[in-house]
């Protein structure tokens, strides 16, 4: 059975940071590309940010440039997010996703295009 369980998440202030994880279990993701949404309540899942199987490509939204970065430990069978100076609109659920493509180098933004999904974590930003 395969599973994306997120972790990391929680209440933080203004300014904070917390950085997500995201276990993957039931066979290997180190030659797919990953990605992590977010939504908040009454909301749409937007995209936050994505990165190849390798590692060596990344890509984010505008609004968490320079404040979000995706990695991964293939050998681990994990991707993490690490968010810093956090802002109370980052407040959502962020959930974890995986694409079932061969070492694909598209970074695709929709959520259709991605075809495994963890159950979410929960962030809060207070101001």
């Known amino acids: 059975q395969v599973q994306l369980v997120e972790s990391g998440g929680g209440l933080v202030q203004a300014g904070g940071s917390l950085r997500l994880s995201c276990a993957a279990s039931?066979?290997?993701?180190?030659?797919?590309?990953m990605g992590w949404f977010c939504q908040a309540p009454g909301k749409e899942r937007l995209f936050v940010a994505a990165?190849?199987?390798?590692?060596?490509?990344?890509v984010y939204t505008d609004s968490v440039k320079g404040r979000f970065t995706i990695s991964r430990d293939n050998a681990k069978n994990t991707v993490y997010l690490q968010m810093s100076s956090l802002k109370p609109e980052d407040t959502a659920v962020y959930y974890c996703?995986?694409?079932?493509?061969?070492?694909?180098?598209?970074?695709?933004?929709?959520?259709?295009?991605?075809?495994?999904w963890g159950q979410g974590t929960q962030v809060t930003v207070s101001s």
């Open positions: 996703a995986a694409r079932d493509t061969y070492r694909s180098t598209s970074l695709p933004d929709s959520a259709p295009k991605y075809a495994y």
């Open positions: 990165i190849s199987w390798s590692g060596y490509s990344t």
């Open positions: 039931g066979r290997t993701f180190s030659n797919s590309a």
